[in-house]
């Protein structure tokens, strides 16, 4: 798939820091000359993207997703400095493009990610239903709309939750978290009672019947 954006997007990634930096006053960092190009693809139309294939897709085949919306780094930046200059304008009315600056790029960054999303939509009539400016749009408002989350996010509060709420300690990788998660969500008859997890060197030990960590 193309690269995702949209609500719970976290902050770390291009769009959110952007948006959240340009609220905060703080620099909009873009990577060399920022003409780096990437496919975007809003993170509802994934999903209806999911929905189509599990409906309508050949058992054994593979489905590319793509958002049919390549653009250059520094046109997404200036596409969220609008849309935010429009939807939440700076109180000295200036616009959010003056805090865009240029830093040194990282060594063997890719120029283009592409993908042939025209299998899915010539075999399943599949296509995103949002431009990037809607998606975008709806993603900034989004981010408006739930300074909550991003505070409890940014602050890394949420790690408190997730060890009060999953029994995880709050220096554990944070994927065990996420095995934790779904084997709360996992619905079976007859599931075994724990699974075994290995990733990247960490060993865990998760009970299916309470999502806990056992060992690891």
Known sequence: CS????????????????????????????????QQIRDWLYVKDHCSAIRRVLEAGRVGETYNVGGWNEKPNLDVVHTLCATLDELQPRADGKPYKEQITYVKDRPGHDRRYAIDASKIERELGWKPAETFESGIRKTVQWYLDNQG????????????????????????????????????????????????????????????????????
């Open 3 to 34: 690269n995702n954006y949209g609500p719970y997007h976290f902050p770390e990634k291009l769009i959110p820091l952007v948006m959240l930096n340009a609220l905060a006053g703080k620099p909009l960092p873009i990577y060399g000359d920022g």
């Open 149 to 216: 989350w991003v505070a409890n996010v940014t602050s890394g509060a949420y790690r408190g939750w997730l060890e009060t709420n999953y029994a995880i300690e709050a220096d554990m990788p944070i994927l065990s978290v996420f095995f934790g998660i779904i084997v709360r969500m996992w619905h079976d008859d007859h599931p075994p009672p724990h699974v075994h997890v290995e990733y990247q060197g960490f060993a865990a030990l998760i009970s299916i019947e309470t999502g806990e960590l056992l060992k690891g």
